[in-house]
């Protein structure tokens, strides 16, 4: 079974709750292309690894596991066992879809029940959700979404509307994957909340990082994304019907391109094509959902499709050109540092979106091919460099600089396009 594995030492005195988390931020300075910043708390120690699947029955059971939570009373959780270490550790998928990482020494009791896992059902989950986030808190719910706000059921019915059309829309393009495709198995939490302060207090508590730059993230941990009211104004009354709010996000493109980049990222992996915790390389994980994330402001939500050309990334891309080094493929594909490092992330990320658009517009069998690669990965398994640059070349079938000279004729021809 993927997915599953047996890890020696998880050293999960370095995990924690903030841990996974990971969002991709703009300005708001009304160009989507400038960076605000970059929050990636996507910290693996150093794992001593060995792949070992669990049984189906393992998989398939309810763990309930007592253990010491910040030197508090004991906390008792269930949950799915993905991955046990060998010195006790475990990771468990909760039944809201959230992973718990718990140290051998925090662990008072463990038990592998006679039950089989099952997620929250709707209407335990939305309990969950209120009980969390306050009586002022209130829950919509779309096919395959539930949304958690205090801003009001019609921005909130707009933003569902919004995700379940992109969520339609990646389903629709990605169809012809090489591993199929499948629906959501837990429904897709968003936290709406209805400004700003707020947002930025509860991200300060969940990723433990300043987000005062930020419209929103996504937490592989939670597996949620969370964002705020985009047409929140301190000047006029908050916008009360879904004509107020199309008109007023149509004012705000680069936000737009947030909340559907992070959007983009949770869709990723909850149908298929990635895999949470698995190592996956950063270069494609932001490239897929910078992808989709083009605004488009003849449209009434801000946003139409997959695939469109975007303007900003393209423009950086044409700024790193002439400095660019004749590594910085091979540089991109093996190793995530120059997307994490501030001082480069601009640069990186239109390469990453640059080397994305390339393949997916000309060698989309073998992108597709590449990507069920790499969801196949365990997770918590480090890939060391050989072996991405290995996965890499055997998927488009050839070396990386016979790759990287059709890629800098083809963008090229596109700059020229798009000037």
């Known amino acids: 079974m993927r997915g599953t594995a047996i890890v020696r030492s ?44 669990l049984s189906a029955e393992d998989s398939s059971s309810l763990y309930r596991v007592l253990f010491e939570k910040n030197g508090i009373q004991p906390v008792q959780v269930e949950g799915k066992l993905l991955l046990k270490a060998a010195d006790g550790g475990l990771l468990l998928q909760q039944k809201d879809g959230n992973y718990l990482n718990i140290t051998p ?53 707009w ?9 339609k829309a990646h389903t629709r393009y990605w169809k012809k994957s090489e591993g199929e495709l499948q629906k959501p198995v837990l429904p897709l939490i968003a936290v709406v909340f209805s400004n700003r302060n ?41 916008s009360r019907s879904l004509k107020d709010i199309n008109r007023l996000v149509q004012r705000k493109p680069a936000n737009i391109a947030t909340v559907v980049h992070e959007a983009t990222h949770q869709i990723a992996f909850n149908i298929n094509l990635q895999t949470r915790y698995a190592d996956t390389p950063l270069w494609l994980s932001e490239g897929f959902a910078m992808y989709a994330e083009t605004p488009d402001l003849k449209s009434r939500s801000g946003w139409k499709s997959i695939g469109r050309i975007n303007r900003d990334r393209l423009s950086q891309f044409r700024k790193y050109y002439p400095k660019r080094k004749w590594d910085s493929l091979k540089d991109l594909i093996i190793s995530d540092e120059r997307m994490t490092n501030a001082e480069n992330a601009q640069q990186a990320y239109s390469e990453a979106w640059a080397l994305t658009w390339f393949l997916v517009k000309t060698r989309k069998t073998q992108f ?52």
């Not at 933003?159 to 969520?167: F, K, S």
């Not at 690669?373 to 060391?384: A, E, F, G, N």
């Open 105 to 157: 020494d925090k662990i008072v009791e463990q038990e592998k029940t006679s039950e089989f896992y099952q997620p929250y059902s709707l209407e335990q989950l939305k309990e969950v959700l209120i009980k969390e986030m306050g009586d002022q808190f209130e829950t919509i719910h779309t096919n395959h979404y539930v949304i958690v706000t205090d801003t009001g059921k019609k921005y909130a019915r």
């Open 159 to 167: 933003c569902g509307a919004l995700l379940e059309r992109l969520l």
């Open 368 to 419: 597709l091919k590449y990507m069920h690669t790499i969801s196949q990965k365990t997770p918590l398994v480090y890939d060391s460099p050989e072996k991405r640059l290995e996965d890499f070349e055997q998927a488009f079938e050839m070396k990386w600089d016979e790759l990287d000279q059709l890629f800098i004729k083809y963008l090229r021809r596109i700059s020229r396009k798009y000037q």
């Open 198 to 238: 707020q947002f930025v207090e509860y991200a300060r508590k969940d990723v433990g990082i300043p987000m005062e730059g930020a419209y929103g993230y996504y937490s592989m941990k939670s597996n949620r994304i969370i964002m705020y009211d985009l047409t929140e104004s301190s000047r006029k009354r908050r």
């Open 10 to 53: 998880m050293n999960l005195n370095s995990f924690n709750n903030n841990l996974f988390s990971k969002s991709f931020f703009q300005s708001g300075k009304g160009n989507s292309s400038l960076l605000a910043g970059l929050l990636f708390v996507f910290i693996f120690p150093f794992l001593n690894l060995h792949a070992n699947d």
